[in-house]
């Protein structure tokens, strides 16, 4: 029997770059929430078996109102104070084997990139989307000189989400981290365990300032 795939949608943040009032997934994008866009992505994939939506204190209604019409196993809970927290409440809640963990700030993910992470998440147990860094990279401070020298980019990376795990896997490694990881993948690689890559898409992005509003509304606009 083929495993089972749960996705894992944190929520909990606040946003607070992009200079809203309230949570930015709320927020609207060519007339819908940015939220939408994501919860429909996982929903209409049919090689996810459910979702868990990870959410902020008082967003309890908000939620509910968009996982209504969602046709596919869903559950609800609240996140932590940090993203480990949030994740592993998340990860506590689903019954997969392999566990999608993805930014709700992410709205415009693929079903071809989803597929591509759980066949290689099946296969190596830890896989991160990932794309090239093509601009040229300086160390420096805003409103300072810059540092001399050229940091060498062919080994840099951007990373992504979803990222993909056996379920035990990413249990033991958060359970165990100390850092403040800023993404699921660092609590694993902390382990000692190897996290895979695939490639992702430029279309994926994260949606974190206001510039990145108006570039998601295009997307959104150009989909339609």
Request: net charge negative.
């Amino acid at each position: 029997m083929e495993e089972r795939v749960s996705a894992v949608i944190l929520a909990a943040g606040r946003g607070t770059r992009i200079g809203a009032d309230r949570n930015k997934v709320y927020l609207k994008i060519a007339s819908r929430p940015l939220l939408s866009y994501t919860l429909a992505a996982f929903a209409q994939c049919e090689r996810i078996n459910e979702i868990i939506l990870v959410i902020g204190a008082g967003e309890e209604s908000d939620a509910a109102k968009l996982t209504s019409g969602i046709e596919k196993e869903i559950k609800i809970v609240h996140g932590g104070t940090r993203r480990q927290d949030s994740s592993f409440a998340g990860i506590s809640a689903c019954s997969g084997d392999i566990v999608l963990i993805h930014d709700a700030a992410r709205p415009f993910v693929s079903s071809k990139l989803i597929a591509r992470l759980i066949d290689a998440t099946r296969e190596h147990g830890a896989c991160v989307p990932v794309l090239p860094v093509v601009d040229t990279i300086r160390r420096g401070a805003l409103d300072l000189p810059l540092e001399s020298g050229t940091v060498e980019r062919s080994r840099l990376l951007r990373m992504q989400t979803p990222q993909g795990f056996s379920r035990a896997l990413i249990e033991e490694a958060l359970s165990q981290t100390e850092s403040d990881v800023t993404d699921d993948a660092a609590a694993v690689l902390e382990l000692g365990r190897e996290v895979w890559t695939v490639a992702g898409e430029e279309t994926n992005i994260k949606v974190t300032t206001r510039d990145d509003l108006v570039l998601a509304e295009m997307i959104a606009s150009y989909r339609k």
